[in-house]
């Protein structure tokens, strides 16, 4: 396929490894494609579901001890460790070499090595980035090829370049203990071993697109973020778009691809997605920032999903799609998750293939009950989503009116806020928190701080990744407004308060009335917050002007608690923090404090 003699080197010497029984090129034809579907059902990888339903789509159950990401197990091996932070784990560079190769030793053996080209952004583009993956397993091939920009264009757009990504992974015996996802960006190289799992293993996504890309984004002056990129069309047709970070499984696929409510669709409003999970952003020749999704598909999260919640999602999902781990109904050889309709199938087998009985499901012990797992999901095609953006494969991408950040915080955060300025908005990025959840293993609800949703994906030094914020704010005459919101604040019972989804929009137009200057707010020790009555609750049951006021309270004593854990998170992050972001701590302080 190439005469490219760095990228036929690497391959050899990692052949050499790995030891495979043959070599295959992934040309992204749907002929092989089509190959490849068809032996991962006999192999049982794949399972297809009912053409009728679901033409095109398979099921498919990784290991039960692979279900999600592993930051405990994943490395930033920069040569010297102040490089990777405090925050992330570290590795010597030449020792996790050393440790995986013994790892990655004949692990092939028997097998056949995959050689995946692929592009992160539209191939040939300026901004886009080409990396090649080699693995043993044909459903990460299968999900590359929804997920990136695979084949033999990409090889050629490449030419002689030794400019590449260079992605090993080896599902090898999948074995947790000897499991790693390790990154070494200062040569453009992603080791990953013993996992079968998404973001753990679909190198071009979290590994490549935020990881290694945040490290090239502080050197070459632009930004690798974990956000999703949405249009928001008004009744005249004027697209104004907005970026939000939000931890993983808090709300930006179902964001990306709200529905509207009534009173806005009636008046002519739309919303067009251009990504759910990960963000490109440049300076503009305009002094904007201008924002591409490097993807070309969503790796979303199956449960909750459903009609009301998430139509266009659901829609996605009805061809070429792979779900991994959600509840097989043997009945019609459908697929079913908690939250997808309140009929359970009777006859089915849960994540882990085994017999299921929904009588027997526990909200309190989801992992342990479901029929799906929490972090079950889909790997759609962007071209199959009804809202996909007219800008989705646009070169420069989009430019940005508002920056969100958000968590899912039970008290604390107000629904909505906005920052005074770049730097104000780059402290509120920085002090994020949020209830973990199950898109990564470990303990799910407890609150940890999460800057800029980023802790788990930022390439170096947390210090540092703050001041690349600040000194992009320096670099951008017209920058976005920053806002943060929370669509997860819960009454003493523990409900949600805020019914969330579509009725967001609420909120978005809210910000962009701000951005417009067409609103006032209230000034608050955090920020600027909305006058309840702005928010608009015409249409919505349950809600009415007080509920918004509450959502909007904010209570000092909590906030100079979290002033407490903000202090020992900096410290944690240690000397590379900004003095300025210092300041506006010590603002914050002294505002809740008058
Ligand atoms: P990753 O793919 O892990 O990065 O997740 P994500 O940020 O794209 O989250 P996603 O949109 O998939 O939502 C995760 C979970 O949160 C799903 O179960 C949703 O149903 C739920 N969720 C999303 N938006 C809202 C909301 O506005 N309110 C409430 N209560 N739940 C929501
Ligand atoms: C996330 O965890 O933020 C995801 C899923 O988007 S994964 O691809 O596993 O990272
Ligand atoms: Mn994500």
Redesign the pocket.
Known sequence: MTNNKSVLNWINEMAEMVNPDKIVWIDGSEEQTEALRAEACKTGELEPLNAELYPNCYLHRTAVNDVARVENRTFICTRTKEDAGTINNWMDPKECYDKLSKLYKNSYQGKTMYVIPYSMGVVGSDFAKIGIELTDSIYVVLNMLIMTRVGKNVIDALGDSADFVKGLHAVAECDEEKRYICHFPEDNTIWSVNSGYGGNVLLGKKCFALRIASYLGRKEGWMAE?M?ILGLENPQGEVKYISAA???????????MLIPPEIYKKAGYKVWTVG??IAWIRVGEDGRLWAVNPENG????A???NEH??YN?LMTTKKNCIFTNVCHDLDNNSVWWE?LDNNPPKNALNWRGEKWDYTKYDKADKVGTSGAHP?S?FTAMASNCPCISSEFNSLKGVPLTAIIFGG?RAKTAPLVYESRNWQHGTFVGSIMASET?A?AAGAVGVVRRDPM?MRPFVGYDMGDYFAHWLNMGKKIPNAPKIFHVN??RTDDEGH?I????G??MRVLMWILARCAGEVDAVETPIGFVPKAEDINIEGLEDVTVDTIRELLSIDNASWLEDVENIKAFYKQIGERVPAELYDELAILEANLKK
């Open positions: 974990h999703l939000f931890p993983s499984a808090c709300g930006k696929t179902n964001l990306a759910d999970d969503f790796f979303g999260v449960p909750g999903t919640s998430n999602a939250g972090n999901r899912r959840t898109a949703a669509w997860f949600f805020w019914p969330g989804f009725d967001n």
